[in-house]
């Protein structure tokens, strides 16, 4: 099978040839294998970061779940009837470049208290006061940011990057979210201002009937939606998540399912009742990534053991303890390990825990793909009799 294929069967319900691998390394890997730095691709788009995933993917030939790296902004989700602003400069080092914006529709400018830091070497930070980096809240000098190529992320962009990606694998468009609050300043708010939230709930499921309509009336449509959020369980306890975000995520999966989509949930964090939420109470195909403890609460044997007939688990060996500081070997026996747990019957990706490190050696994660390769085949009855050997002989051969 092609790895497009592969994810194609499993997110159906079927049993593929083997287990898909499917690392998360959606931003520093494949920034580190441009050779570039890091602020050439999120601050000049050069070239943009989820065209650098697309190169990675193939690199290292895994099978692409490109989930939502691709943002599509519709007519007034785009910033249109936004205040005109610019993009300034206010502090450039030989490791960082610091911006800050500032709206430009009235005499002199209007600077938004806020910067964001582009790293030469690691992903940028948003939304930082400028205090905390020593600057003032309106610089004392800027400079415009210059070279940035131009990404328009409409259909045609869309249709390339599908094209790029090719049989790789599969590219998801955002639909819904589930997160409301996103931060200590989102849970304040809330507390203060809890009949805003309430309306901004019944807002955002109007908001994904709309944005589902506008998908569905594309030429070439994503492979699949995407309607998770980073540490949904994080900023939100259970109840706040079920009263506020649910009912969107609930509408925009009903919506998918209806239309024969797939649908996927990223959430790192605490995930464990998540699952639980998304197995049992809708019809979501996929989730990840299922951290382990400390950085999650999810134990994957359990998980398949509860709901691994009703929805793909994808994950989830540790990003820092294995992919980052472990051998091959130690990649390749969590890799066992973790098709052991939930590979059996299919309904399984293979993956790690939330973003690989920037350092993660090029041999762990051909060790991820060599496990599945080896011992992640498939029988016609859904098992894997070449997992079962490995565990027989507790003895890991070694990646070329």
Known sequence: MTPRQRLLTVLRGGIPDRVPVAPDFSNMIPCRLTGKPFWDLYLHNDPPAYEAYVHAAKHFDIDALMDGY???????EDGAGARPSQRFIVRRSAGRIVTQTAFTDKPGL???????VFYRADSPTHGLHPAKIGLPEIPEKYEPVEGVKPVLPGPRELSRVKKLMGDQGLVGVFLAGTNMLGGEQGVYDYYDNPEKYER???ERVASVER????????DDRPDFLCVGGSGTLVFQTVEIFRRLALPSVKRAIELAS????PTHVHSCGPEAELVKIMAEETSLTVIDPLEIPPMGDCVLADLKRKHGSKIVLKGNL????????GTP???IRAACEAMRDAGEGGRFI?????????DTPDENLRALRYAAEEYGVYDENGKLPRLEKFFETSRVVGVG
């Open 200 to 202: 901004l709930a019944v």
């Open 350 to 358: 293979l993956s790690t825990g939330d973003q690989c490190g920037r």
């Open 110 to 116: 209007e600077w938004w208290p806020r910067v964001d």
């Open 318 to 325: 540790h990003t820092t303890d294995v992919m980052l500081r």
């Open 70 to 76: 691709f943002w599509y902004p519709f007519p007034g």
């Open 211 to 218: 944005r589902f309509k506008q998908i569905m009336a594309l």
């Open 329 to 331: 070997d130690d990649v």
């Open 258 to 261: 209806a239309a024969g989509i």
